[in-house]
């Protein structure tokens, strides 16, 4: 069978998803593979400058994913990306001159900045505040290397 010209849907962000899920699976049980995190954050802001709608759905249902796997409070990653991307990034890259600079802030951002917007959500609702174990800084280290290829 063969495919319309005219029909140009690309099937790899619904590949993306489904590797996604092996990989969350996977690093659920093997603590050296990192979560991925600042690097759903990256996706996630470039289909809110592209208006890619199935992009973002895609990325969201990530999210939701990751948040299920790690026990946390249903979307709070997506609004605490919103928050984010609306009001603290456009301050950290028109501060910063350096590209790599604004990276590796905003990948601090994405780990740190959601571990604090989490425990004042889980403060506000009465739930168990998370613990932050020396895993997050090899986290930080290795998501940074892989935003920037991105």
Do not use: W
Request: hydrophobic share 55%; with cysteine.
């Amino acid at each position: 069978m063969q495919r319309s010209i005219s029909h140009k849907n690309n099937i790899a962000p619904y590949v993306y998803v489904v590797l996604f899920l092996i990989y969350t699976s996977l690093s659920t049980i093997y603590l050296y593979m990192p979560p991925l995190l600042a690097v759903l954050y990256f996706i996630f802001s470039k289909a809110l400058d592209r208006e890619n709608s199935t992009v973002l759905f895609l990325t969201s249902l990530c999210l939701i994913i990751f948040e299920s796997a790690n026990g946390y409070i249903l979307f709070s990653t997506i609004i605490y990306f919103i928050i984010i991307y609306r009001y603290v990034v456009p301050q950290i890259s028109k501060n910063f001159a350096c590209f790599s600079c604004a990276k590796i802030s905003v990948v601090l951002l994405a780990y740190l900045g959601f571990f604090i917007f989490y425990s004042i959500l889980s403060s506000v609702l009465l739930l168990p505040n998370i613990e932050i174990n020396y895993y997050i800084i090899y986290y930080i280290v290795i998501e940074f290397f892989i935003v920037s290829i991105l």
